[in-house]
């Protein structure tokens, strides 16, 4: 932003600032395994250990673990013949896999137990003969993963005018997945219009949304409505810090995505009494708290907590890492 400047540099922040803190925020159950896994696996293996993309769209946990001695990389062939490398939370597609395996890699898969089911719902579906219908957006690298499991039989819509486009082999056997990091609301928009144009479309018998991204969506609700303005901590690339923002805004509350404490703006908290904070899941908790110390040393706060769910939600170690 032109002339924007930092919140600490110059003004006052509002006596009495309120900060309305989303709860749950921050890292889910996928994103501390995924972390976790790096870890074990710089700890157990030879250095230097590979990362096939970030572990999680979040630049301050990828930059941690760069510290600690991983590598990261695009692709596979960066990584040495018979290295370990490590597969992002995101997952990836059967020809990565078999890439590694032509490659003599040590694959240490950190993909997301919830994303994984998707895989398995794309493989079933196709298998079945029908045409799938994946929600979700081009280029994520989620999308790209899952779009691997059946190329020949899935297509991708982002939205309900890609839906009106939508061309298939079988009006009668149509089946519907959606990446797990999308908005509640806007899928739902999507599947109705699938339903209008297939009414014997069949879904996944669980949402694909995942449990974390639907908590944090409702809890940016519940703090939205009620804030002048809402921040919410995460990197540019994470797909549920971005659906956050959205949301925010649909409900017609100025919202901003940061990076960090550093991206914050005086010019958005200028005659702000009520600011909500959330974080996406893939962003370290600290970060939440370093924006609230910027905020408590520019004049008194009070921090108001709203918490929609309770997580508890812990997914076990591969056997590649595990103890």
């Known amino acids: 932003m032109s002339g924007a400047r930092d919140v600490?540099?110059?003004?006052?922040?509002?006596?009495?600032?309120?900060?309305?803190?989303?709860?749950?925020?921050?890292?889910?159950?996928?994103?501390?395994?995924?972390?976790?896994?790096?870890?074990?696996?710089?700890?157990?293996?030879?250095?230097?250990?590979?990362?096939r993309k970030q572990i999680v769209h979040n630049s301050h946990v990828v930059a941690a673990l760069e510290a600690r001695g991983a590598v990261f990389v695009d692709e596979l062939d960066e990584v040495p013949h018979g290295a370990t490398v490590v597969f992002s939370a995101h997952g990836v597609s059967p020809a990565v896999r078999a890439e590694a395996d032509r490659r003599g890699l040590a694959v240490v898969d950190a993909t997301c137990p919830l994303v994984t089911k998707v895989h398995a719902e794309a493989r079933r579906f196709a298998g079945?003969?029908?045409?799938?219908?994946?929600?979700?957006?081009?280029?994520?690298?989620?999308?790209?993963?899952t779009l691997g499991e059946a190329p020949r039989r899935?297509?991708?819509v982002a939205d309900v005018a890609?839906?009106?486009?939508?061309?298939?082999?079988?009006?009668?056997?149509?089946?519907?997945?959606?990446?797990?990091?999308?908005?509640?609301?806007?899928?739902?928009?999507?599947?109705?219009?699938?339903?209008?144009?297939?009414?014997?479309?069949?879904?996944?018998?669980?949402?694909?949304?995942?449990?974390?991204?639907?908590?944090?969506?409702?809890a940016v609700k519940a703090i939205a409505r009620d804030a002048d303005v809402v921040l919410v901590v995460g990197s540019t690339n994470s797909s549920n810090s971005q659906r956050l923002v959205e949301l925010a805004r649909r409900l017609g509350t100025p919202a901003h995505l940061i990076d960090d404490v550093r991206a914050v703006r005086a010019e958005w908290l200028a005659g702000a009494r009520v600011v909500g904070l959330s974080a996406g899941a893939s962003a370290p908790p600290r970060l939440v708290?370093?924006?609230?110390?910027v905020l408590r040393a520019r004049g008194p706060v009070t921090v108001q907590e709203r918490a929609v769910a309770a997580e508890h939600l812990q997914f076990a170690l591969p056997p590649a890492v595990r103890a």
Do not use: M, W
């Open 289 to 293: 708290d370093e924006v609230i110390e």
């Open 128 to 145: 079945r003969g029908d045409t799938v219908v994946l929600v979700g957006h081009a280029g994520h690298e989620e999308v790209e993963g």
């Open 162 to 218: 890609g839906v009106a486009a939508l061309e298939v082999e079988d009006p009668e056997r149509v089946s519907y997945l959606t990446q797990t990091t999308l908005a509640a609301d806007e899928v739902a928009e999507v599947v109705a219009a699938l339903r209008a144009r297939f009414p014997r479309l069949r879904g996944p018998g669980s949402d694909d949304i995942c449990y974390a991204t639907t908590n944090r969506q409702e």
């Open 8 to 51: 600490r540099a110059g003004g006052a922040v509002a006596d009495g600032l309120i900060v309305l803190l989303a709860a749950p925020r921050s890292f889910c159950a996928g994103v501390e395994r995924a972390v976790e896994i790096v870890e074990k696996a710089l700890e157990q293996r030879a250095h230097p250990v590979y990362v």
């Open 154 to 156: 899935t297509v991708l």
